[in-house]
């Protein structure tokens, strides 16, 4: 026997459908395929630059300067055993690449910035010097403060000499 009765009762709540009516269908900017619709602008900008890591990741890329194999590394790296006699094995593999930056290749996207030019001459640092030397003993214009070089472990003097006592 099928249930009659319906168990919500009125008013019926909404939906997402019936609150707003029925929702427009939305429709395709373009009717053709995704394969030739990349084609065209902006996503063929976006897919026809190749980066750096993307070039070196193909198959086809070859990296002439890249060490082939143990040998080149270590003779392309950056050790003199004349100069720095016994160094350990990471010091030993060392390559120009990761020590300094006049090395020729190119491993970032990026356009080096000359550094700004400094105006040092013409900024020059002040120097000044008291002409007459403070004793280090002195407490003048120190902040006040229960831990203050005045005191001596805990007992400093009363104004009349005494000292205070804990």
Known sequence: MPFERDPYPFPRLENDVTF???KDQKTLVDTRPAHL???DQPWSRL???ATLASTRRNVLYQDDEAPKDSLD???KGMYDHHVEFLRNKNQT???PETLTEDHGRILKNRVKKPPP???ME?????VWINPQKPSIHSIEGTIESHHNASTNRGFSRKHDGG???R
């Open 20 to 22: 707003t009516g029925e």
């Open 37 to 39: 619709a990349q084609n």
């Open 47 to 49: 897919n026809d630059a």
């Open 73 to 75: 590394l270590h003779m």
């Open 93 to 95: 593999l060392f390559q």
């Open 117 to 119: 030019a400094s105006d």
């Open 122 to 126: 013409k900024d020059q640092i002040k």
């Open 163 to 165: 000292f205070y006592s």
